[in-house]
């Protein structure tokens, strides 16, 4: 069974993905007050999108980490 720490770190990761992509979205299709398209007026989205994406990312690297790949020894038998 895997460890609680692997959960949560794949569900904090899988939320802070969706997180961002979404905050990312949220960027792409700003409108100012006046409905028209500018993304400058959207930009708090963006820092959001960058700080979940850089909270997924992190979670990635404490998967990773806490599993090493470790090598097997191969046994030549005759």
Known sequence: MK???D???WLVGGLATIIALWQLFLFISAKDPN???DMMYGLSHLWWAI??????IACVVVLF?????????IHVTK
Do not use: Q, Y
């Open 3 to 5: 460890s609680l720490a």
């Open 7 to 9: 959960i949560l770190a």
């Open 35 to 37: 409905n028209v398209p």
């Open 51 to 56: 700080g979940a994406a850089i909270i997924a």
């Open 65 to 73: 980490m806490r599993h090493p790949r470790v090598e097997e020894e």
